[in-house]
């Protein structure tokens, strides 16, 4: 079995390497180059580990699809999820393409990844199951990923728990084991992107009153209590951003809980398909324990309405809806 692993510099991807190694794969160490410099600790990872290193440039699929999609959905009035857009569309997307283009031919692709893969011989579907250890679990962040995809891809971590993958690289003495906890790729201080001076007005709800200054959209989200230095006597938060007005409605806390979400650009995971009625659990952003939910309706446009009995706090646009049948997901789209 020849195996390409993404290698991070980190020890999570250090170590599904090397045990895909010890099970007699043959394995290929590649890495995405995002930004300028080498990434000189995944590459000793390969040399320790003697197998095939590539550096993959994607510096530009990375501007093009995920620096302008951030940009975008922040002139738009929307949190982004660079993590959920890159994994789907430059790690399991472009840098596939990449890899093949360089000549470099693989059965399947390997990451660091704490979830877990199976096939569903009744429905005859690839699906994407959590952790077994829900501190790392991690099948959030990959919910938007394809059947293709899927078909294509093992997560060995799947059922460790970090301590077991810091014992593994100790005993096997790889290079990163005492490496800190590394971060998901991100755009750093997105506020770059913006002119510094975007402001307009505080509207409160449900009074219609101006209450202040903002200092524009981009630096706001659907939740948010510190930074607003609005004073009226009581705390007040961010409930709604409109940038067709340059809008940001805030009020009191009560008035952020929701019963219902509409998502959009659905991908289907265990069934392919989610019919009104649908019992399930529903998390609307990744820290989010989830809540018992279902399906309300399916509209035309593609878009998925869900409800929960017990009311959620902050129900933010452009963040990751997931929802889960049992351990799997069953589905997931972007929050309108």
């Not at 199951?129 to 501190?135: N, P, R, S, V």
């Not at 607003?228 to 961010?238: A, K, Q, R, S, T």
Request: net charge neutral; hydrophobic share 35%; proline share 4%.
């Amino acid at each position: 079995m020849k195996t390409t692993v993404g290698l991070s510099g980190g020890v999570d991807s250090a170590v599904c390497a090397y045990l895909l190694r010890e099970q007699g794969d043959e394995v290929i160490g590649v890495t995405m180059k995002l930004l300028p410099g080498e990434n000189t600790d995944a590459r000793k990872v390969a040399e320790f580990l003697r197998i095939p290193f590539y550096e993959i440039d994607l510096t530009r699929e990375y501007n093009e699809k995920i620096i302008e999609y951030v940009k975008d959905d922040y002139r738009n009035g929307r949190t982004p999820n660079p993590c959920v857009r890159c994994n789907r569309d430059v790690k399991f997307g472009f840098f596939w393409e990449k890899i093949k283009e360089a000549g470099i031919e693989f059965d399947r692709f390997a990451t660091g990844h704490y979830a877990v893969i199976d096939f569903n011989e009744k429905t005859k579907r690839w699906q994407l199951k959590k952790g077994t250890y829900a501190e790392k679990d991690q099948a959030y962040f990959l919910a938007m990923l394809t059947q293709e995809q899927l078909s294509k891809t093992v997560f060995p971590l799947g059922t460790m728990s970090k301590q077991q993958v810091r014992e593994i690289a100790a005993r096997a003495g790889l290079p990163v084991a005492e490496k800190k906890e590394s971060q998901d790729l991100c755009v750093g201080d997105y506020k770059q992107f913006f002119p510094e001076d975007g402001s307009g007005p505080f509207i409160e709800l449900p009074s219609g009153k101006e209450v202040g200054r903002h200092r524009g959209i981009f630096r706001y989200t659907v939740g948010q209590r510190r930074g607003l230095n609005i004073g009226i006597g009581y705390p007040l938060f961010v409930l709604k951003i409109e940038p067709e007005t340059n809008t940001v409605y805030v009020g009191k806390e009560e008035l952020l809980m929701r019963h219902t979400v509409r998502i959009r650009d659905v991908c289907f995971g265990t069934t392919g398909e989610c019919l009104p009625g649908t019992e399930g659990t529903i998390k609307i952003r990744y820290r989010d324990e989830g809540r018992p939910g279902r399906v309300r309706e399916t509209g035309p446009d593609g878009t998925v309405v869900l409800e929960w009995d017990e009311a959620a706090r902050a129900v933010t646009p452009g963040q990751l809806c997931v929802f889960y049948e049992g351990d799997y997901v069953g589905f997931a789209g972007f929050i309108c």
